[in-house]
């Protein structure tokens, strides 16, 4: 009886099937990297907003016991003399500044990305403000009007 020889079959990826996903791959994460860093630098702007809001609640109660708004100088001094907030935003990635007008009757608050925080490279919402008409703006890195984006 006249047994058949078997080829012995060897295992393994070949070269061009190695290269294939290895395209595959790069373009995927070429694809990928930029959206998830447009998409975290938006959900990061909510620090911005937050910082902002709690500067406007408790502008409204320091109103409400002197009958002016606090300065930037108070914006760290402790209630009922100050604001008794942080000068930068609860994760640190925005410097929070406040601006009252000479008579006390108004203020401007601001959120600027802080330097060599992940938001400072997000130009298209580079600084927030908010005044004590609750008016919102934001503006992107060459000045222009950016609010219906960022503040939403």
């Known amino acids: ?3 058949p020889v078997q080829m012995s079959r060897r295992r393994g990826f070949t ?7 290895l395209v595959v791959v790069a373009v995927l994460a070429a694809i990928a990297v930029p959206m998830w ?3 975290l630098m938006r959900v990061q702007r909510a620090d911005a907003v937050a910082a902002l809001v709690a500067v406007q609640i408790e502008q409204d109660s ?14 760290a001094t ?6 008794g907030l942080a000068p930068r935003s609860q994760r640190d990635l925005y410097d929070i500044e406040v601006r009252s ?13 802080a330097a060599r925080s992940g938001q ?6 580079v600084e927030f403000t908010l005044d004590n ?6 503006v992107d890195s060459e000045g222009k009007d950016r609010s219906a984006d960022c503040w939403r």
Do not use: K, W
């Not at 320091?62 to 100088?73: E, K, N, P, V």
């Not at 008409?133 to 934001?138: E, M, Q």
């Open 78 to 83: 402790p209630s009922p003399g100050g604001l």
């Open 120 to 125: 400072s490279g997000d130009m298209r919402c």
């Open 15 to 21: 070269i061009p099937e190695i290269i294939t996903v």
């Open 1 to 3: 009886m006249i047994v």
């Open 133 to 138: 008409n609750g008016r919102r703006r934001a």
């Open 62 to 75: 320091y109103f409400g016991r002197h009958a002016r708004y606090a300065d930037g100088a108070q914006l």
């Open 37 to 39: 860093r447009n998409h």
């Open 101 to 113: 007008n000479a008579d006390g009757l108004g203020y401007l608050a601001t959120a600027r990305a």
